[in-house]
């Protein structure tokens, strides 16, 4: 790669906006993939399109209206899921759609839109609905974990850990005007983006910084937070030491080709190479059809995320026990041999439980536009 810096920046620009142009609009409507409990045990459908009816009903949009909204809305749902009825703090073995929520309101208390039905009716199957008390996982990075990749801001350094590398093809090289691969270091958005509201989508001068300071990337390609995405791309510089790069992924084997969540069955073993935590392993619990995680900016608790807000994500990994601390995030989650997911939070679940929070690489995929990815040699 050449020393134009901003001439590459603007060609890859130019072929992600013709890259989306020809994406067909997205929707939410169930993927028709078998999902699994366990080798086995399916999910059934009727669960997959209750789970999408309860996150439309709490997270589509709302009627338009000039007068002031009446109740709680969603402001105090964690995530939706599906899992385990439980009665009277037992589990039943049971299937149904959870809701875990920061606390529980009388229905007169909540908006009329969002209360949460007992259950759901799909075709001549009647979906239970449970509601669970649980609190928002916390985003991962931090000023003083990671040391693999970071952004400059003016408070401090958000540090995260490069996932992998990925790629995108049909690239115009703005020097010989020739057509091929550039390749790019995958993350999350809180890492090197910051995250962005609206169109603000063009940091072409921001700069991606390794934990000694020194320049890895050029510019940082993302999108809008209302996406539900927290990933994002940095063009590699030239003199990137592949070897360096490399450092932060030792222990972790991966394939080029990507493996949905959603195909995982659970207790699946999975890996990460977290820039903190090094290499680590834990278990699929579930997968998530949203959560919500918040972005604050607190320098009182080492939080510099310049969003400031709680962001809907969506097809989330839920991997138990934690395997991950502040300064993994953006960590590659690997499932046999296959890259899954990026880690994006942790915290304690509604059962009690530490877990890790990635979010499906594919969706990454869809919305990001890159064309594969690849591991150092």
């Not at 001439?7 to 409507?29: C, F, V």
């Not at 659970?266 to 278990?283: C, D, N, R």
């Not at 959560?291 to 839920?318: C, M, S, W």
């Amino acid at each position: 790669m050449s020393e134009n810096g901003d001439g590459w920046i603007e060609q890859i620009r130019s072929a992600i906006a013709t890259k989306r142009k020809k994406k067909k609009p997205a929707t939410r409507a169930v993927k028709k993939v078998k999902r699994y409990l366990a080798p086995g045990i399916e999910i059934p459908s009727e669960f997959l399109v209750a789970q999408e009816k309860i996150i439309t009903q709490l997270f589509g949009k709302a009627p338009a209206t000039r007068k002031p909204v009446k109740g709680a809305t969603n402001q105090h749902v964690v995530s939706v899921g599906i899992g385990q009825k439980v009665t009277r703090g037992k589990p039943t073995g049971a299937l149904c759609i959870v809701v875990t929520v920061t606390k529980k309101l009388p229905m007169s208390k909540v908006n009329a839109k969002y209360r949460i039905p007992k259950s759901i009716k799909v075709g001549k199957v009647s979906v239970p609905v449970d509601i669970k008390i649980g609190k928002h996982a916390r985003p991962l990075a931090s000023v003083v974990g990671g040391d693999a990749c970071g952004i400059t801001i003016p408070e401090g350094l958000n540090k995260g850990s490069i996932g992998c590398f990925c790629f995108m093809q049909n690239v115009k090289d703005p020097d010989t005007g020739k057509v091929g691969r550039v390749n790019l270091l995958l993350t999350n958005s809180h890492v090197i983006g910051g995250f962005v509201t609206g169109n603000d989508t063009d940091h072409s001068s921001d700069k991606v910084l390794d934990g000694d300071s020194q320049q890895i990337g050029h510019g940082v390609f993302m999108v809008p937070s209302s996406n539900g995405i927290d990933a994002a791309m940095s063009n590699v510089t030239d003199d990137t030491p592949e070897g360096n790069m490399h450092s932060h992924t030792d222990g972790l084997k991966f394939s080029d080709k990507i493996i949905s969540p959603s195909d995982l069955s659970v207790g699946t073993t999975v890996q990460i190479a977290g820039a903190l935590s090094g290499s680590q392993s834990g278990k699929v619990k579930r997968v998530d059809g949203v959560h919500q995680v918040p972005y604050e900016f607190n320098p009182a608790k080492g939080e510099f995320y310049r969003l400031n807000k709680t962001v809907t994500l969506r097809d989330i990994l839920v991997i138990h026990p934690s395997i991950s601390q502040g300064g993994d995030s953006g960590s590659l989650v690997v499932a046999n041999g296959r890259p899954t997911a990026l880690l994006i939070a942790g915290g304690i679940d509604e059962d009690g439980e530490s877990i890790t929070l990635a979010q499906d690489l594919t969706t990454i995929q869809n919305e990001l536009l890159f064309d594969g990815i690849f591991s150092v040699p």
